[in-house]
C-alpha cells in the first residue's frame, strides 16, 4: 500500500521515530509511523491504535507527585517518593541526567 504525503505529495515510507509526543506531554520512545522525504509525520490506523493503546498504558500507571525544593549545603533537593523510586528500579547509588527542556520543565534520565 502506498501513502502519499497530504502536504508535500511525496511518497511516504514506514519508518523508526526515537522519540514522538503523541499527546502533550506524553513522550514516547521507538515509535513507528510514515515519514516523507521532507518530514512529515503521519499515522497508519494500525499504527495510530497502537499510539493511542501506549499512551492510555501510561496514563494509567502513571504517578503524579507534588514536592518541595529543600536545601542541602549549595545544592537544591528535591525528593523521590519511594513508591516512584520502586517503580524505576532506582536506590540511593544510581544516577540520573539531568536535561533542562525550557524554563518550566526538565528531564530526569536514570542512567
Request: proline share 3%; glycine share 2%.
Amino acid at each position: 500500500m502506498t501513502i502519499i504525503c497530504g502536504k508535500c505529495e511525496k511518497e511516504m515510507k514506514e519508518v523508526e521515530l526515537k522519540e514522538y509526543e503523541f499527546e502533550e506531554g506524553i513522550i514516547l520512545d521507538n515509535v513507528r509511523a510514515m515519514q516523507c522525504p521532507s518530514g512529515h509525520v503521519t499515522f497508519t490506523e494500525e499504527q495510530a491504535d497502537i499510539l493511542e493503546q501506549r499512551t492510555e498504558d501510561i496514563k494509567t500507571h502513571a504517578f503524579r507527585f507534588i514536592r518541595s525544593i529543600s536545601k542541602s549545603a549549595r545544592s537544591l533537593v528535591i525528593r523521590i517518593p519511594s513508591d516512584l523510586a520502586k517503580y524505576l528500579d532506582i536506590d540511593e547509588k544510581s544516577k540520573v541526567e539531568m536535561i533542562p527542556l525550557s524554563k518550566k520543565r526538565f528531564l530526569i534520565e536514570v542512567k
